[in-house]
């Protein structure tokens, strides 16, 4: 199919679908480890004065990055399916186009 001088091929978006696939397993994997250090490093610092005053400090930002890598997981998962929609809307009306004899 061809639009506006931009050529589509489902071959090319179910590749990009299984790019984006392999990159929301990364960020899902990222985002485990991420919270098993964030936990890890709480545990390791135990409950006195040195650990409060490190979480009012870093915790906030930590907190943030655990949920950013969240969302970033979620959003980035949700285009995979989006694109193979796409690539089978693309093939159909390619076959729909095609004049057969």
Partial sequence: ME???FSYSTSHLNGLAGGIR??????FNMHN???EVAE?????LGGDEFAHSYWESGGRRLAAIGEALNLLKKAVGAQEPNVRAASATYRASDEAGTIRG
Avoid: C, Q, V, Y
């Fill in 33 to 35: 480890r991420f919270e």
């Fill in 22 to 27: 392999d990159t929301a397993i990364g960020l």
């Fill in 40 to 44: 890890s490093t709480r545990a390791a």
């Fill in 3 to 5: 639009s506006n001088g």
